[in-house]
């Protein structure tokens, strides 16, 4: 039971800080922008169609999972191709790229730049000739007809905006309310304090997150106290249950009731801190799940996903591409940290890389779970395809089948 225990709060903390904290300033950057260019970022992603997908995959690629959480909303909202949720899911960097690029930064500058060029190149062709969408889509509404809407479509010939999905009845979805939707006398100013404390622990947890990768992602003690472990537990944990209390409670008393919505502009600089605030509690749910999901299994069977991916050989890259397929950013932290200490081969760092949706595909799963699964398993193609090359073609030639290439 005690083992039990540990798991869990290790789960909300770990989530917390090791990913919730880089989500929220990702997102709030990018909020800022929305408000310092009344919205400009979004409408400039919006009007140039034949670019969205070029856009979806630069914003992927910036570490960390903000940028392409701001990329789905603006698919759920019907403005964006589904080759766009492709490539910006594909180039998705993750939260396993802070370890990558303080720790090899030679191999993240590879290996994210051919996550890039095979992730836009598949979203093209998704957008352009469809590769099958509508039969995979058909395949997995088979599988799971609960994983409704459409997983996205088939585009006849050019680059076009997918219809229109409509999740909150008659009103289009980037027509939402701002502004709260409830009050209270007590549970309105409590919320706005915790919103206020959510931030505090958000920015305290940003400076143990980047100490921690710094240090090469080490075992942090389950404690209290001022030291760096102590801290780190007690600001994760703070800040994870300060983000349930948003999600399920506050954001019907402080605004952003409606989650995983795209905005087009925002009021005031406090508005987009509300904003990133809710989104980023509505990934922390999710990220929380994921983590507590993967660390019981591997706890109750004793496997190790990364373990088994290093003792591939010839077939690490597709072991590493499978280690993509698990949503949240996590196992890829962990995979990331093998890589760093010389247990996989680059073309399994590469492949995971493209595979790896990070955080992204939270909202996505939430609000149509078959576009996310179609979007996996087009990101999961090309990541095989891409890796087997590299430790067959070229590892041999530039070194890059071998373990620890362009670690520090």
């Known amino acids: 039971m005690n083992e039990l225990l540990d798991v869990l709060f290790a789960s909300l903390r770990d989530g917390y800080v090791q990913v919730s904290a880089f989500v929220a300033m990702t997102v709030l950057a990018f909020g800022l922008v929305q408000y310092r260019t009344d919205g400009a970022l979004i409408a400039t992603i919006e009007d140039n169609e034949r670019l969205q997908v070029l856009f979806g995959g630069l914003l992927g690629l910036t570490p960390g999972c903000g940028g392409a959480i701001v990329v789905m909303p603006l698919y759920v909202r019907g403005t964006v191709s589904f080759g766009t949720v492709v490539a910006t899911l594909g180039a998705t960097a993750g939260d396993s790229a802070f370890v990558i690029l303080a720790l090899a930064p030679e191999a993240a500058l590879y290996a994210y730049a051919v996550a890039f060029a095979a992730s836009v190149a598949t979203g093209y062709l ?15 509404a088979r599988l ?15 680059v076009t905006p997918n219809p229109a999905h409509d999740y909150c009845g008659p009103a289009p979805t980037h027509a939402h309310e701002a502004g709260p939707d409830r009050r209270s006398r007590v549970l309105t100013p409590l919320s706005h304090l915790a919103h206020v404390t959510w931030w505090g622990t958000a920015i305290a947890g940003l ?19 001022v ?7 007690v600001v994760g944990i703070a800040g994870a249950v300060l983000s349930l209390y948003l999600y399920l409670i506050g954001r019907h008393y402080v605004g952003e009731g409606s989650v995983a919505r795209a905005r087009d502009s925002f009021r005031s600089a406090y508005d987009a801190l509300t904003h990133a605030a809710m989104e980023t509690s509505f990934v922390t749910v999710w990220v929380f799940v994921a983590f507590l999901v993967y660390e019981y299994a591997v706890l109750l069977t004793g496997v190790n996903v990364a373990t088994l991916a290093a003792a591939a050989g010839v077939l690490a890259p597709i072991g590493g591409a499978a280690v993509g397929l698990i949503p949240g950013c996590g196992p890829q932290i962990l995979l990331a940290s093998v890589y760093a200490e010389g247990g996989l081969p680059f073309s399994a760092l590469t492949a995971n890389a493209i595979a790896q949706d990070g955080d992204a595909l939270f909202p996505l799963l939430a609000v149509d779970a078959r576009a996310a699964v179609v ?32 670690v520090l």
């Open 144 to 158: 799971s007809p609960a994983a409704r809407p459409d997983g996205g479509t088939a585009v006849n010939g050019s």
């Open 126 to 140: 998704v957008d352009s000739v469809g590769l099958g969408v509508s039969r995979v889509d058909a395949a997995v």
């Open 227 to 233: 030291g760096f472990d102590g801290l780190f537990t």
């Open 207 to 225: 400076g143990l997150g980047i100490l921690y990768l710094l240090r090469g992602g080490p075992e942090v003690a389950l404690t209290v106290g």
């Open 375 to 406: 979007a996996t398993i087009y990101n999961f193609l090309p990541a095989v395809v891409v890796g087997v090359a590299l430790d067959l073609l070229w590892g041999p030639v530039f070194g890059m089948a071998e373990f620890g290439f362009g």
